[in-house]
């Protein structure tokens, strides 16, 4: 029987082998694919030699903490986008190119040597080959008491393999559509998954590589757009290596996937006439590589291909807490509660998951992991329902005919509503505090009933702003319709404070209950 099984080799399953095999800790990794990588995927140009990235592309330091570090960790090397040169713009597609000089469009972003499958490279280096199975597309799980039975359908062939806990380090809507599972996945689970699409699923990438950089030459940067309806890519960038030795332009398909495979016989040569459009008969004589993620069974589920690409919302709290007394866990950049649908959401997903193996003592005991469970079931209702208690509050308010602090006001009422209330709760869950460690005044149980209601303030935040923009009883309060940075920030710093002042809370009841039954031991 394995101990730990990873189904998923992409930047999440990877990072996580990666930090077990680090630690010592017995795994075996799983991928459906023929390679490693999942979405991560670059190809070499034969002409050049240029490493494509036809997935990720792009890196932000600043802004991805743990991704940065971790390329510091393999030795990777990395280097600037380029931004420097003229930006060229087509919004009608008999219209004259718009120009621009020298924006900086992607933002900083940095990009790897040897494009972003180094970085997968550099982690299966790490791990045994042994441990590493391709081909293994996941059909089932099943719960037998102390473990779980997984069954891999491989080629034509079946198998069927033990482990004591499962991590589904996949993209939420592919488990759901592609996985079967006995006993079946509670509903809130089963929702969630189905309401988190997968991160570009639906989308396509062209690469063209070329002698030489010849756009640069002309003093042009190598990113332009489009934005009409004949546009074949909408968005094109420069996608050569450090030095500008390797040439290449990228750009990101604009077309629908029923119009990509409408198209498909006569799209290299509209990607060829589009790039010539922005940068010249010389855009016609590259070496053209094409991915269409849509048709990447793997990648994209049937409901991500259906419905249109949008920026989603990641970190739904119930695809981040393990299920089946902590056999089963959820990975993936979607479940992450920073840089979803990104590399770094991949990486933070890894990380959350391999804290959840390391069990603090308090959690040792079953009736204190079914306290927790059953508590977090609690916030993620009320998580739900926060909204409705801020209308509630704001109505109030407005019937008072109050006209200062509306929003302020009815967001700290609410979240004072629900934090009183989830105190009461924890104060009648049968925790087991004989297990419990206190080191320094903080109880071990804290950090896990704190954990559901992380993100909690920016969301119902950020949903009572959206709100009162679409509220008529708001829009004649230009402060709420229209809040000024400076008053947003306000809230936050006051959502802040009464949640440190609920987590104190929530420690202080812990510790005096752990205080109180060893007295009485």
């Not at 991500?304 to 949008?310: H, K, L, N, T």
């Not at 006209?403 to 989830?422: P, W």
């Amino acid at each position: 029987m394995h101990d730990t099984v990873i189904v998923g080799g992409g930047l999440c399953g990877l990072m996580l082998a990666y930090t077990m095999q680090r630690e010592g800790r017995p795994y075996a990794l799983f991928e459906a694919r023929p390679r490693l990588g999942g979405r991560i995927l670059s190809v070499q140009s034969e002409a050049t030699g240029a490493a494509l990235d036809l997935g990720p592309t792009w890196f932000w330091p600043e802004q991805q903490p743990r991704l940065a570090s971790l390329i510091t960790e393999l030795s990777l090397t990395s280097f600037p986008q380029n931004d420097a040169g003229t930006v060229l713009r087509l919004d009608n597609p008999d219209g004259k190119l718009e120009t621009s000089e020298d924006e900086a469009l992607h933002g900083g972003a940095q990009r790897l040597d040897g494009g972003m499958a180094s970085l997968v490279n550099a982690l299966a280096e790490h791990l045994p080959p042994d441990s590493i199975k391709l081909g293994q597309v996941l059909t089932a799980i099943e719960e037998h008491g102390d473990h779980l039975v997984l069954r891999f359908r491989v080629g034509e062939d079946w198998s069927t393999i033990e482990a004591r806990r499962v991590v589904l380090a996949l993209p939420p809507r592919l488990v759901l559509e592609q996985v079967s599972f006995k006993p079946t996945l509670n509903e809130n689970l089963q929702q969630a998954l189905e309401n988190t699409p997968t991160w570009m699923a639906a989308e396509a990438k062209a690469l063209v590589a070329y002698p030489k950089a010849f756009w640069r030459d002309a003093g042009q940067s190598g990113n332009g757009s489009a934005d009409h309806e004949q546009a074949v890519l909408g968005e094109i960038f420069d996608a050569c290596d450090a030095t500008a030795s390797k040439a290449a332009l990228g750009g990101f398909v604009a077309l629908s996937p029923s119009q990509r495979i409408s198209f498909q016989v006569g799209l290299p040569i509209l990607v060829e006439s589009q790039l010539a459009q922005f940068f010249g008969k010389e855009a016609q004589d590259g070496e053209l590589h094409f991915q269409d993620w849509a048709t990447e069974t793997y990648t994209c589920s049937k409901l991500d291909e259906a419905q249109p690409f949008s920026q989603p919302e990641y970190g739904n709290p119930y695809l981040q807490q393990p299920y089946w007394n902590h056999k089963l866990y959820l990975g993936s950049s979607e479940t992450a509660r920073h840089g979803g649908g990104y590399l770094e959401g991949a990486l933070d997903a890894a990380a959350r998951i391999y804290g959840q193996f390391s069990l603090a003592p308090c959690l040792h005991a079953p009736e204190n992991r079914r306290c927790v469970i059953r508590f977090s079931d609690w916030v993620n209702t009320y998580r739900t329902d926060a909204l409705a208690f801020y209308q509630r509050y704001l109505n109030q308010r407005l019937a008072d005919q109050q006209r200062d602090q509306l929003t302020q006001l009815s967001l700290l009422a609410t979240v004072d509503e629900i934090y009183q209330k989830a105190l009461l709760v924890l104060e009648e869950l049968p925790f087991v505090t004989e297990v419990e460690v206190v080191v320094n005044g903080r109880s071990d149980l804290t950090p896990h009933l704190l954990t559901p209601f992380m993100g909690f303030n920016e969301t119902l935040l950020n949903a009572a702003l959206e709100f009162n923009r679409s509220s008529c009883a708001i829009s004649n309060f230009d402060q709420e319709h229209k809040p000024t940075d400076e008053y947003i920030d306000t809230i936050r710093r006051d959502l802040a404070s009464a949640w440190r002042e609920f987590a104190l809370n929530v420690n202080t009841l812990l510790v005096k209950r752990s205080t109180s039954q060893a007295a009485t031991a």
